[in-house]
């Protein structure tokens, strides 16, 4: 069963939104297979976004993302990493259709209470960044 990385970012917790993204995942019939919330040091998240590192947004990125403690989650189901995409909508909430997390609940293009991986590779990546084979659950 395929698997994907999600985060609620800062803004998402300090909006109260834990549950409500939880919810919209459990109603949409993904699984979550493990959970943990942690504030992110500047290190874990430069390398977390390591990608990025050339993009003018990446510094500010980095300082937004521990600037308050995140939830992160293993989730599981079938063609996950695409419909947890769907349930979140574009990266930029003005483009993101209605009805999706960020369209709901984000108040900028940083700030967009949601990340998920994007690909396989990225998720097998991501999902090992932040938990080890005793801490999801089969
Ligand atoms: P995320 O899906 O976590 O992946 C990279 C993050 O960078 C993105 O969500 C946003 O939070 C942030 N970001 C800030 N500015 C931009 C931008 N111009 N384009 C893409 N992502 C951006």
């Known amino acids: 069963m395929e ?33 943990k919330m942690l504030q992110m040091t500047k290190k874990q998240a430069q390398g977390f976004y390591a990608v990025h590192k050339e993009r003018p947004f990446f510094e500010s990125l980095t300082d937004f993302m521990t600037s308050g403690p995140v939830v992160a989650m293993v989730l599981e189901g079938e063609n996950v990493i695409e419909k947890n ?4 909508g ?34 097998a990546f991501e999902i090992s960044y932040f938990f080890n084979q005793f801490e999801i659950i089969k």
């Open 3 to 35: 698997q994907t990385l999600s985060i609620i970012k800062p803004d998402g917790v300090s909006q109260g939104l834990i549950g409500e993204v939880i919810k919209r995942f459990e109603a949409n019939g993904i699984r979550i297979a493990a959970m």
């Open 85 to 88: 995409r769907t349930l979140m």
């Open 90 to 123: 574009a990266t930029n909430f003005k483009e993101a259709e209605e009805g999706t997390i960020r369209r709901d609940f984000a108040t900028d293009i940083e700030k967009n209470v949601v990340h998920g991986s994007d690909s396989p590779e990225t998720a």
